[in-house]
């Protein structure tokens, strides 16, 4: 900011400096010839042509510099054939005019005909009554003192810019300093937090930075509940695996000879518990990300697809809207759909029909797996979503399945709800997840 601020001070008051020199150039040089022209007029209305045809002056200009040899200032009037009038400054020495041609307005130029003695010359050509001849009026003076000027007028202007520059740079750095101010009691408040384990900012700071610490503060509530559901999801790994463990402990100390199958029948369960919190933690990090989109067709379809080879007796049907999307990851999308889908299947009596939007009014997109079988009754159908519940033993499971639906889907702002097919007559899970934007 301070290279920036430097950068378009010194752009500006560069062209600006240009720019006033010049016109204060123009102002000057344009007075200073205003001078000269004043004179040249007078001396034309001061000129008369003698009896003899010689032009003389009949009143004197009033400068007496006009009358002081090598004075700087001159005035001559000569004309073809005819002895040039000089001023008495002139001296022995005489202006070479340009009067080769005829200047009926003042005609100003510059001139070296004087060693060491610059001059600015103002030319015309006049016709005096009484006379054909054209008599060409110079007025001449030495540029030296309009050189002074112009490097005085300089000089007060590279001074008075580079002033009013390091004026403007030190208040753009003031300005920077004093702006990111609040920052700086923003990285304090940071390092409050470290030092003094506080979890939030709630010091009051200016307006301008509020937003900030408010985004700060969300995003430390958030990291103390992933850190809080990190801690829970070890404990609750670490208690599932417990039970498991102490079977497998157990049978090795007793040298149980149905070891072989405790150990195939324990690390099944061990494995599904594994499962079952790896997906809580991908699904969590996924979410993260806040980029989640799956088109749900695709994935029910890929998930029938599957399960059809496996219940190779079970109808299934597809309907609902085709292009409906959801904001969770299409790999969570399928792992819920599959779980349910089997489930279905596995439970049912034959049919299995899922629905996609049923409800198209819902806010979220709400997809109906129903089945034929023999249903849930009311009273146990918040109970089987816990973990390792099962209503049905003589299928094979472990009771995980529905606890990691309900999980991964409430990771993504959605449910899982059980309820009465109208239809089929058997289950009716509702599953509802976020729309995608």
Sequence with gaps: MALIAAGWIAVLLLGGGLALDRTLTNLVQGNFDDQLEYVQTALIASAEIQAGGEVYLYSQLGDQRFFEPNSGVYWQISGPGEEPLPSRSLWDR?????????????HFYDSDQFRNEPLRIVERTVILPGSDTRWTFAVASATGELDAQLSRIRSILVWSFAVLGMGLFLM????????????????AAIQKLRTT????????????VQPLVQELNMLLEHSEKQAEEARRHA???AHALKTPLTVLTNAATAQDPKLASHVFRETKVMQRHVD?????????????????????????????RAVTRIYENTRFDLDGKRDAQVAIERQDLDEILGNLIDNAAKYG?????????AEPDSEQCVIWIEDDGAGIPANKREDIFARGARLDTGKPGTGLGLAIVRDVANI??????????????????????????
């Design 235 to 237: 404990g609750n790994l």
């Design 276 to 304: 079952h919190h790896l997906a809580r933690a991908r699904a969590v990090g996924r979410r993260a990300t806040g980029l989640s989109r799956a088109s749900v067709w695709p994935s029910a379809e890929s998930v029938l």
């Design 94 to 106: 005489s202006l070479e005019v340009q009067g080769d041609h005829f200047d009926s307005e003042p």
């Design 172 to 187: 753009a750095l003031l300005q920077i300093r004093y702006g990111l101010s609040p920052l700086r009691r923003v990285r």
């Design 412 to 437: 993504y702002g959605g449910d899982v709800e059980l309820g009465e097919s109208e239809d089929l007559g058997g289950l009716l899970v509702r599953l509802s997840l976020p729309r995608a934007a």
């Design 349 to 357: 009596g034959g049919s299995v029909f899922v629905t996609i939007d």
């Design 197 to 208: 384990g506080d979890n939030r900012i709630t010091e009051p700071l200016p307006t301008e």
